[in-house]
Structures are given as C-alpha cells and as structure tokens.
C-alpha cells in the first residue's frame, strides 16, 4: 500500500510466515509502525535476530525482547508509540530481564527523551544501526543504556535477506534505497533516516527472483522518492537508473508483477511510464503524492513543482498509460493555507480524479524547515473540517472510479481469503483496485491469477465473478 500509511496496518505484530521458535535460545516480538519502509526494515531486522539466536513470538508477555519499530511522521503516531511503550514497562515490572527499545524514526528524534528523561526504553536503535543490535542487545542485557542513532550514507542492508512478515506469501516489498534527499518543509524524514542512497542493483533483482521461486507473484519496490533511484554497476560500467532496474525486475518474469512506491512528482521520468508501458506485469498504478493542489502552498511546501506543473504530469500519465490508476498524498491546513488554497487542492482532486488518496491535516514536526520558518496558524478545528472535505471528496471520486468498472474484465493476483468471508477470494487488479470473487467460481489459490468479471461495488472494493478461462 505504498510508501503512506495504510491505517489497516499500524501497530502490527510481526509474525513469520512459518512461526517456529524451535532451536532459538530466546524470543522477540516486534511492532511496526508507519510506513511499508518499516514495515520492510523489521523483516530485516528479523532476519539479523533470527541470525543471534532469537526466534519470533506473537506474544509480548512471553517475549526476551520487546521491540517497537517506530514513525515520527506525525504527532499522533508518536503518542500511540509511547502508550505502547507504558503498556510494556508495566509487563517488565514483573519480568525484570526482559529488554525493550524503540528502533526507527523516533529513534532518531527522541533518544535522551526515552532514555534517560523518561527511562521507558533499555535501547535505543536507529534505522541505520540494525547491524549493531546483538551488540546492543548485549550491552542493555548487562544494565546499560544501549544506543546508536549513527546514520549512515552507505548502508542498505543489500546483504541481508528479509524474513517476510506474514505476509500472504504473494506480495512482498523490496527495498531499493533508504533515506531522502528532498527538503519538504514539513517532513521529518530527511533528519529521521538520512541522506538518500540506492541499494545494489544486482542483490534487487536477485531478491525478487529469489521471491519469485519462493511462489511470491508481486514485488513492490520500495524507497522515499524512487524515481531518483542511481546507481553504477562498476563491473559494467553503467548506470542503473529506475527506468532500467523497473525494466530489470520485469524481465525476471512475465508472471511476476511489479509496483513501486513512492514516485516523487519532479522526478518520475517519461522513461519510467514508458518502461511501464512496455511490460504488461509492470501494474498500471501511480501513486503520486501531490500534498496540495496550491502553487502558493507548494513553494512553502518546497516541493518544487507547481500545480499546473503537476497536472501536466497527469495528463502525460494518462497519455502514456491509459487506464492507469492515481493514488496521491494530500495534507490540509498547512502554514498559512487559505480557504482558496483548500479550494486549490479540491478542483485538483477532481481533476486527477484519484482511485484513492491517503489524506493527513498538517502536523508541525519539530527541527523541520516549517517548524522553523513558518507558524502552525491553521487552527485545528479548520485543518480537520478541511480534511473532512477533502477525504469525502475522495470517497464520492473513488466511488464514481469503482462505478465505472462495472462490466469491466480484469485479471486479478489473488492474495487470500476476503476479509469479510472465507468464501471469498480477495485479490487486486493492476490498478491496485481490491476485487472480490466467491471462490465457488473455481478451483483457484492463492498466487493465481484469474479473469474477474466486475459486477457490482462499494467505494473501497470491486466485487465480481471469475469467468472460466
Ligand atoms: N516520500 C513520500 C513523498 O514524498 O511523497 C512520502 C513520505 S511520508 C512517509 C508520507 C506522507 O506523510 C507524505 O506524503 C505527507 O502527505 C504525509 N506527511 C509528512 N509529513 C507530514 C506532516 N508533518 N503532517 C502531516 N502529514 C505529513
Ligand atoms: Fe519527506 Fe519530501 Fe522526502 Fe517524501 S520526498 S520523504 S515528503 S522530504
């Protein structure tokens, strides 16, 4: 669900696909917050536990090591942090040596907070440090406060195969770079997990082949602004742009799809849809976040694109990929935006006409340009009756793109069972759309792809019936 918060997905234990904690010496249990970059690392850092003799739990109360792999991308997802973190020192009181810390974004921003202000926490992990944790692990383990928050502008963690998360089995995230060179004014990334660098071309594609003969049939390729992806295969001499390593993923094999996330909207290139254009398995979705549909507020934003800029890029989109699906990110009641600025943002809604958006009021962030420069003058109550606007603009639009695929064919990678019934099959469309289909229709598993006939919707789900190859 891209490089945005999928709400669905907050505070989610981690969990193996297979749960065997035979033959560890000890357990961990692990929480991930914000993004499907975190989402991504606490595979990797499941992967460097498993190597030191920890094996996963789904239970906290039973776990050696309690880790909360965290976001500091709004004030909100901090507060759920830290009552989680009260939640567990309560559980430490009566098990003394078990060990808690706070890894990822917060991380970074909060060390001395967590530490020694309000000890909640026995270590403290940034999400460039990951290699270091059974070090870590062993310091806190003798009653000292563990830390490292060193940020790195080389580590990628190419080496390290993930332990997938239960995930189905189908759709895994790879990531291709960390960090972000883009100053936002009003995010807190660029000081949270550094400098951009891209990972190694080479162990990219050799991870999604390695997914593909595992039975996965969807790679998303992650990172902060994909589309400035670069890296130099010295043994080659060339450069591996995101153009050539899209191209690359998708020749693995026919079979398997490919998405990425997150396209910054300066960056992604003619190149790039062009690529998409010429591999059917590359999914025909965007998800462009626009952040807000005013020039003004985007120059404050320093986002470096106009609106009609933006636009352009639509247009060219849809020229080049007809049918192709739009998601974007959208904040309300930035510093100092107008209510002919919110006016800005909803005509341009209309305009891209998303499939779907992940929509946020502007939450100030401390140490960032705009909480530097620019006052947090929106009052909330305007912030959140804007959002509102914003968000059932976006239910009436999803719901009109849904209407409109009505009688429509498509062929959907099914995933697992719908979350409403097991009668179900629940899978998505190239456009990232989830359609469902009564597994009556067939014998289908997970990892097929079967032609669905649309017939009926709601806002959020395409509803259909599998028609007989
Ligand atoms: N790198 C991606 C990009 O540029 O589109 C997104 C990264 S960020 C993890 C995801 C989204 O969180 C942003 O697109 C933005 O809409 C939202 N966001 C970031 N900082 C925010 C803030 N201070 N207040 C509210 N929303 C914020
Ligand atoms: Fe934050 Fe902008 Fe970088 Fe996205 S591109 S992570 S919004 S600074």
Same mark, same amino acid.
């Given at each position: 669900?891209?490089?945005?918060?999928?709400?669905?997905?907050?505070?989610?234990?981690?969990?193996?696909?297979?749960?065997?904690?035979?033959?560890?010496?000890?357990?961990?249990?692990?929480?991930?917050?914000?993004?499907?970059?975190?989402?991504?690392?606490?595979?990797?850092?499941?992967?460097?536990?498993?190597?030191?003799?920890?094996?996963?739990? *789904?239970?906290?109360?039973?776990?050696?090591?309690?880790?909360?792999?965290?976001?500091?991308?709004?004030?909100?997802?901090?507060?759920?942090?830290?009552?989680?973190?009260?939640?567990? *020192?309560?559980?430490?009181?009566?098990?003394?040596? !078990?060990?808690?810390?706070?890894?990822?974004?917060?991380?970074?921003?909060?060390?001395?907070?967590?530490?020694?202000?309000? *000890?909640?926490?026995? !270590?403290?992990?940034?999400?460039?440090?990951?290699r270091t944790l059974p070090a870590l692990i062993e310091e806190a383990g003798t009653g000292q406060k563990a830390v490292n928050v060193l940020l790195s502008r080389e580590e990628t963690y190419a080496d390290i195969s993930p332990v997938r998360l239960d995930s189905n089995g189908v759709a895994a995230f790879v990531s291709i770079m960390r960090g972000c060179n883009n100053m936002c004014s009003f995010c807190v990334v660029p000081f949270t997990r550094g400098r951009e660098r891209s990972r190694d071309a080479v162990s990219i594609v050799r991870e999604c082949q390695d997914l593909f003969a595992g039975g996965y049939r969807e790679v998303t390729l992650l990172g902060q602004n994909v589309d400035s992806y670069y890296w130099i295969d010295e043994s080659a001499d060339l450069v591996v742009t995101f153009a050539s390593l899209l191209e690359k993923v998708a020749s693995i094999d026919p079979l398997l799809r490919v998405r990425f996330s997150t396209s910054h909207p300066k960056d992604i290139t003619d190149e790039v849809l062009y690529t998409m254009a010429r591999h059917e398995n590359i999914c025909r979705y965007i998800h462009l976040p626009v952040q807000s549909g005013s020039t003004r507020i985007?120059?404050? !934003?320093?986002?470096?694109?106009? *609106?009609?800029?933006?636009?352009?890029?639509?247009?060219?989109?849809?020229?080049?990929?007809?049918?192709?699906?739009?998601?974007?990110?959208?904040?309300?009641?930035?510093c100092s935006e107008t209510e002919e600025d919110h006016q800005d943002t909803l005509s341009l809604m209309k305009y891209a006409r998303y499939d779907m958006s992940y929509m946020f009021f502007y939450s100030e962030r401390p140490g960032t340009l705009a909480a530097r420069r620019y006052k947090d003058d929106i009052p909330e109550e305007t912030k959140r009756r804007r959002l509102d606007e914003v968000v059932k603009l976006q239910n009436r639009l999803s719901l009109e793109s849904n209407r409109e695929d009505i009688g429509k064919t498509f062929e959907i990678l099914v995933e697992g069972d719908s979350k409403k019934s097991a009668e179900d099959w629940r899978g998505r469309n190239t456009q990232n759309k989830v359609v469902i289909f009564p597994k009556a229709d067939g014998s289908y598993q997970k990892g097929d792809y079967v032609r669905v006939k649309v017939e009926d919707c709601t806002g959020a789900t395409l509803i259909g019936r599998a028609l007989l190859h």
């Open positions: 669900m891209g490089t945005s918060h999928d709400e669905g997905r907050q505070g989610e234990a981690y969990v193996p696909l297979v749960l065997n904690s035979e033959g560890y010496r000890k357990k961990f249990y692990i929480e991930s917050y914000g993004c499907a970059m975190n989402f991504s690392d606490s595979e990797i850092v499941a992967s460097i536990l498993n190597d030191n003799g920890f094996g996963a739990t *789904r239970n906290f109360e039973e776990a050696d090591l309690v880790l909360l792999n965290t976001c500091s991308i709004r004030e909100k997802a901090e507060q759920t942090v830290r009552s989680r973190l009260h939640i567990f *020192r309560q559980v430490k009181r009566s098990r003394p040596g !078990m060990l808690i810390g706070v890894l990822g974004c917060m991380a970074e921003r909060l060390k001395e907070k967590f530490l020694q202000e309000e *000890r909640l926490v026995d !270590m403290v992990v940034g999400p460039d440090a990951y985007l120059q404050l !934003m320093n986002r470096t694109y106009t *609106r009609e800029w933006y636009l352009a890029k639509i247009d060219r989109i849809k020229t080049i990929l007809p049918g192709c699906g739009l998601s974007t990110d959208i904040i309300t009641g930035f």
